[in-house]
């Protein structure tokens, strides 16, 4: 079946600071892949995706690329802020509609 | 617009109870999911339906079910209530015209505890 593999965390950065949240996925076929975000308090909501293999997507100056040789799908920031403090979720979908595959989800905390 | 409403926000309940939640999507939205999220096993697949249809389920065991209304709002159920269902329950839309890579648009949730 489908799984979606990352850390919990929590990830603790300084603002400012480089972040890296990585994602690798098992899946049948050809899945489509996504980064949500919980922000306390909120629902999930989508911060990026991508479609196909070698597509980037990106949002609010966070970015990740569809890595189908190593079915990854890393989400880096150049620099964060205290703003960014959330629950970060890598998701997949794979042939069946709406069937939504999420990762374990991986707490960023930002500090001044 | 209206965002994905879910009702009640928290219930608490105790072992061997049902219960039933409600989610209302975005306006226009016919394709509802279902998850349940624990801190222990993440967000989880349950069910989905569109057009009063279940097109999708998840592994989970038969005391949960759903349905949809023709107005697309949907409920799902929870019946003899075991502790290990506590968690927060999520309901998502989408227009869902275009298939799995489409967007989901989630509600708040709504809390259950069982006792």
């Known amino acids: 079946g489908n799984s979606v593999t990352q850390m919990e965390g929590p990830v603790t950065l300084s603002e400012e600071a480089f972040l890296t949240i990585n994602c690798t996925y098992t899946?049948?076929?050809?899945?489509?892949l996504f980064w949500y975000v919980q922000y306390p308090g909120e629902g999930l909501q989508l911060l990026l995706k991508a479609t196909k293999a070698d597509d980037k997507g990106s949002n609010k100056g966070f970015e990740a690329t569809y890595r189908k040789e190593t079915t990854s799908f890393h989400l880096e920031k150049g620099s964060v802020q205290v703003s960014d403090s959330a629950v970060y979720f890598c998701a997949l979908t794979s042939g069946g509609y709406q069937k939504v595959t999420f990762g374990i989800g991986t707490k960023l905390q930002v500090i001044p | 617009k209206a965002g994905v409403t879910q009702t009640p926000r928290y219930l608490i309940k105790t072992r061997g109870q049902q219960v039933t939640l409600s989610c209302s999507p975005i306006s226009g939205h016919r394709s509802v999911s279902w998850y349940q999220q624990t801190p222990g096993q993440g967000l989880q697949f349950l069910f989905e339906?569109?057009?009063?249809?279940?097109?999708n389920k998840g592994n989970f065991p038969g005391r949960f079910s759903g349905r949809q209304f023709s107005n697309s709002r949907s409920e799902m159920n929870v019946s003899t209530l075991e502790l290990g269902d506590s968690a927060l329950y999520l309901c998502a839309s989408s227009l869902s015209v275009g298939g799995p890579t489409e967007k989901l648009f989630f509600g708040s949730g709504t809390q259950l505890s069982v006792l």
């Open positions: 339906y569109f057009s009063e249809t279940q097109r």
């Open positions: 899946a049948t076929g050809y899945p489509s």
